[in-house]
């Protein structure tokens, strides 16, 4: 039985339909266990959520994130940036204007000042008076819901490593957290800063597998649309020992399809819903 079965399997046994699959999994587990040995634990297809439920919610938002866990994604992506008075908050952008009421360069304003703004109107208007969430503020849910999380790193620097590895560990959760990098350089600060937290690299291109993998960043990121250029980038990644991840778009049944036949470890998606129900009509046609 190949992985991509396996994988698919497991998503389905995890979904609404998970009961129906139930004695069906029981039955096969002997199998699996011989066919795999101690690779059965690793045939599960991890679920990203991206900005939390952006599709359903205001991305990078405690609803969102609230919501993406209701869901059942497996991981919740975030992105940090350092407001003017040192303290780590959410947002995706650099500037205000896309996502708030605000306007300008994020990193310019107070926490304080930030908390202020309107995060959710522009979403729509039951979105009224979200508002953009301080590092601590999710690490606080993450710790009481048992959330993983993966950390977008909007900027570079020991001070700023510092200081994500400082509020992790404050709340203990060092092992619940993925650490995003973007260099080969940033992932040996956090190797030393969170030795207990995995790593994903967020490669700006493909050329830098290799590098990253030697670095010992346990996930590595590519794009669909770069395995759309060249395939062979997802038997590059396999070949290092590390685990892959694909980024998607909405997880509608045709990107789905593609995504999958590339056995990947891990999806980030933007429509976490849309992507279940894509890969359980997939599972249902196996």
Known sequence: MSSYILKLQTLVFRS???????????????????????????????????????????ENTMAAFKRAHEL????????????????????????LDRTTDGKGEAAEYTLEELQALDAGSWFGPEYAGERIPSFREV???AAEEDVVLLLDL????????????????????????????????????FRELLPNSRQLAF?????DIE????????????????LDE???????????????????????????????NFEPDWILIDDVAQLMRSLE?????E
């Open 16 to 58: 609404s339909i998970k009961l129906a699959f139930a004695s069906f999994l029981l039955i096969l587990t002997p199998f699996l266990m011989i066919s795999c040995g101690d690779e059965e634990a690793e045939q599960d297809v991890k679920i990203v959520a991206h900005r939390g439920a952006m599709e359903e919610r205001p």
């Open 72 to 95: 059942g994604a497996d991981i919740v992506e975030i992105d940090l940036y350092t407001s003017s008075d040192g303290h780590l908050f959410i947002l995706h952008d650099s500037t």
């Open 139 to 141: 690490l606080e849910w």
């Open 154 to 189: 909007k900027e570079s620097g020991w001070e700023f490593a510092e200081n994500v590895a400082d509020d992790v560990q404050s709340y203990g959760i060092e092992e619940n957290m993925v650490v995003g990098v973007r260099s080969p350089e940033q992932a040996g600060e």
């Open 203 to 207: 490669m700006g291109s493909p050329d």
């Open 211 to 226: 590098a990253y993998a030697e670095a010992g960043v346990d996930v590595l990121r590519l794009w669909l649309r770069w």
């Open 230 to 260: 060249d395939p062979s980038l997802a038997n590059r990644v396999k070949a290092t020992g590390r685990k892959l991840m694909i980024n998607g778009t909405l997880g509608e049944l045709e990107e789905a399809r593609k995504i999958m």
């Open 281 to 285: 009509k997939i599972a249902e046609s």
